[in-house]
């Protein structure tokens, strides 16, 4: 089975444009999870979509932004990009959104690097 | 910030040691993770853990998830070094999409 895949696998903007990740989960896999790391803040929580709905939101301005579309697949979109957006970002996906259990296992995939210029 | 209390920050150890790594915190997570990272790439999943006291092995990787659900240890024995990456644990209460990630530990074994 196939893993998640994300493209573009490196990307550079320059500041004030705007960005548009993608992802595509496990098949199967219908929750999908943003997440950005970089070297000061390590790990932190993006958004969560399940049925192409938001269900949860981390602590990020509004410039960051998401969406689901049927197949699960997902994107997520960064508007007037600033030099701090400078990361990698990380998608991971699960089967299911609630609850604990293995169905709520997280598998991530090689991320999107993003260098603002 | 970081809920999670990951160490040691980084580990330099000679090639067959054994290495150990734990993450604590001042809440209860339902699941433990532990993932590898390799520089450029995403983290990957070594073990899963479900319930307190659970104690699982994936080949020379044992992993426990502690018993008042604050805490988690990952062993890995017989190091080689391909073992070298930054290795997280995360916590999760139940909704996969926030997951508490730690800082990460950086190991390093020397041949």
């Known amino acids: 089975k196939a893993g998640v895949t994300q493209t573009p696998r490196y990307l550079i903007k320059t500041r004030g444009q705007q960005v548009t990740l993608s992802c595509s989960p496990i098949s199967g896999h219908r929750s999908v999870s943003w997440y950005q790391q970089t070297p000061g803040q390590g790990l932190q929580f993006l958004f969560e979509?399940?049925?192409?709905?938001?269900?949860n939101k981390g602590n990020f301005p509004g410039r960051f932004s998401g969406r689901q579309f049927s197949n699960s697949r997902s994107e997520m979109n960064v508007s007037t990009l600033e030099l701090g957006d400078s990361a990698l970002y990380l998608c991971?996906?699960?089967?299911?959104?609630?609850?604990?259990?293995?169905?709520?296992?997280?598998?991530f995939g090689p991320g999107t690097r993003l260098t603002v210029l | 910030g970081q809920q999670l209390n990951q160490s040691p920050q980084s580990m330099f150890i000679q090639e067959g040691e054994d290495v150990s790594m734990n993450c604590t915190s001042s809440s209860i997570f339902n699941t433990w993770l532990w993932y590898k990272q390799d520089p450029g790439e995403g983290p990957v999943l070594l073990i899963a853990l479900y319930k307190a006291g659970e104690l699982t092995s994936n080949g020379r990787l044992t992993a426990q998830f502690g018993i008042t659900r604050k805490d988690s240890f990952l062993n890995i024995s017989a190091s080689i070094p391909s073992d070298v990456g930054i290795y997280f644990c995360?916590?999760?209460?139940?909704?996969?999409?926030?997951?508490?990630f730690g800082d990460g530990t950086t190991l390093t074994v020397k041949p």
């Open positions: 979509y399940f049925s192409e709905t938001q269900r």
């Open positions: 995360a916590g999760q209460r139940g909704n996969a999409g926030k997951s508490t």
């Open positions: 991971a996906s699960s089967l299911t959104l609630s609850g604990s259990g293995s169905t709520d296992t997280q598998y």
